[in-house]
């Protein structure tokens, strides 16, 4: 018998623009993402890879289109609030979502509001922040950290949540080659549905199956768009200069 798979979100026929404007970021978008599925997104700036996160989490409300999760339509915020436990979204500014004192307190806050006790939350927050190699955090006051440990310790507050599916928005900025190595090793241990906006295309071949880019508003499959590292070297390459 064909078991026909349920994917954990998707999207169909999702437009979207913001008020005032009458430019659509999203015409008619599709994707699904299934429970296994590693997806790496590759597109300029501007062309909708971060409203499509924040659709997905109920931030940005369509204007036409649906939204199912978990093989449920969700349309109204009460139903967007009782998936986003189980959607781990990594801002791509570190800044949106790092309001704590401290970086225990950051970490320990999604697992205290899923229920844990004060202490069940600061021994999953101490334990993320070890996996992550960044124990020596904890009491770090969490504004006067530099932009890469702002980077982990958003990481950090995502993971503690144990989501099924993770939205990394650019999570490489900021971070050394060590923290990369080290955040490669991580993603590619874990479980969940992956969805990864990156610039980074050596990131991103080491942590997806799969790479897609978006146009006019809508997501090119990896059948659709070739995605490549161009390298040369020719005299006065340090210019600017076009290749056509």
């Given at each position: 018998?064909?078991?026909?798979?349920?994917?954990?979100?998707?999207?169909?026929?999702?437009?979207?623009?913001?008020?005032?404007?009458?430019?659509?970021?999203?015409?008619?978008?599709?994707?699904?993402?299934?429970a296994r599925d590693?997806?790496?997104?590759?597109?300029?700036?501007?062309?909708?890879?971060?409203?499509?996160?924040?659709?997905?989490?109920?931030?940005?409300?369509?204007?036409?289109?649906?939204?199912?999760?978990?093989?449920?339509?969700?349309?109204?915020?009460?139903?967007?609030?009782?998936?986003?436990?189980?959607?781990?979204?990594?801002?791509?500014?570190?800044?949106?979502?790092?309001?704590?004192?401290?970086?225990?307190?950051?970490?320990?806050?999604?697992?205290?509001?899923?229920?844990?006790?004060?202490?069940?939350?600061?021994?999953?927050?101490?334990?993320?922040?070890?996996?992550?190699?960044?124990?020596?955090?904890?009491?770090?006051?969490?504004?006067?950290?530099?932009?890469?440990?702002?980077?982990?310790?958003?990481?950090?507050?995502?993971l503690a949540m144990?989501?099924?599916?993770?939205?990394?928005?650019?999570?490489?900025?900021?971070?050394?080659?060590?923290?990369?190595?080290?955040?490669?090793?991580?993603?590619?241990?874990?479980?969940?549905?992956?969805?990864?906006?990156?610039?980074?295309?050596?990131?991103?071949?080491?942590?997806?199956?799969?790479?897609?880019?978006?146009?006019?508003?809508?997501?090119?499959?990896?059948?659709?768009?070739?995605?490549?590292?161009?390298?040369?070297?020719?005299?006065?390459?340090?210019?600017?200069?076009?290749?056509?």
């Amino acid at each position: 018998m064909k078991i026909i798979k349920t994917p954990v979100i998707r999207l169909e026929k999702i437009s979207f623009a913001y008020p005032g404007s009458t430019v659509k970021i999203l015409d008619g978008l599709d994707l699904d993402l299934y429970a296994r599925d590693r997806i790496g997104m590759m597109a300029p700036n501007g062309s909708g890879k971060t409203t499509l996160f924040h659709t997905i989490m109920g931030l940005c409300r369509p204007d036409s289109g649906r939204v199912e999760i978990f093989g449920r339509p969700v349309s109204t915020e009460a139903e967007f609030q009782k998936v986003r436990s189980k959607i781990g979204l990594m801002f791509q500014d570190a800044d949106d979502q790092l309001f704590c004192p401290t970086v225990l307190d950051d970490v320990a806050f999604g697992p205290l509001n899923l229920g844990l006790t004060p202490e069940q939350a600061r021994q999953r927050a101490r334990d993320i922040l070890a996996t992550l190699g960044i124990a020596d955090l904890e009491p770090a006051i969490t504004h006067r950290l530099s932009g890469g440990q702002k980077r982990l310790v958003a990481l950090a507050s995502v993971l503690a949540m144990e989501p099924r599916v993770l939205l990394l928005d650019e999570p490489t900025a900021g971070l050394d080659d060590k923290a990369k190595e080290r955040l490669i090793e991580i993603l590619n241990t874990l479980d969940v549905a992956l969805l990864v906006i990156a610039h980074d295309f050596n990131f991103l071949i080491s942590i997806t199956d799969r790479i897609f880019s978006m146009e006019n508003g809508r997501i090119l499959l990896d059948d659709e768009v070739s995605i490549h590292r161009h390298e040369h070297m020719h005299k006065l390459g340090n210019r600017p200069h076009k290749h056509v």
